[in-house]
């Protein structure tokens, strides 16, 4: 299985990805996107998030 996971560094807090994922993505108190539920939306949804990042800050991870 594969998962998402944000790079911090590259995250510019934009919140595409909250937006497209609500229920995979959410921003934490710096304003930064964090992962909170891998498994809250299909794959699908979770590449338009990916692909939404004007920072490409989110990537898969291989388990
Ligand atoms: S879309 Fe990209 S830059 Fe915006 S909050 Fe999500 S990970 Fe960060």
Redesign the pocket.
């Known amino acids: 299985m594969k998962k998402p996971v944000?790079?911090k560094n590259?995250?510019?807090?934009?919140?595409?990805?909250?937006g497209v994922a609500p229920e995979v993505?959410d921003?934490d108190e710096e304003g930064?996107?964090f992962v909170k539920d891998p498994e809250g939306a299909d794959e699908e949804t979770i590449q338009r998030?990916i692909d939404?990042?004007?920072?490409?800050?989110?990537s898969w991870q291989e388990e």
């Open positions: 944000v790079d590259a995250c510019v807090g934009a919140a595409v990805c909250v993505f921003l930064k996107a998030a939404g990042c004007p920072e490409d800050a989110i």
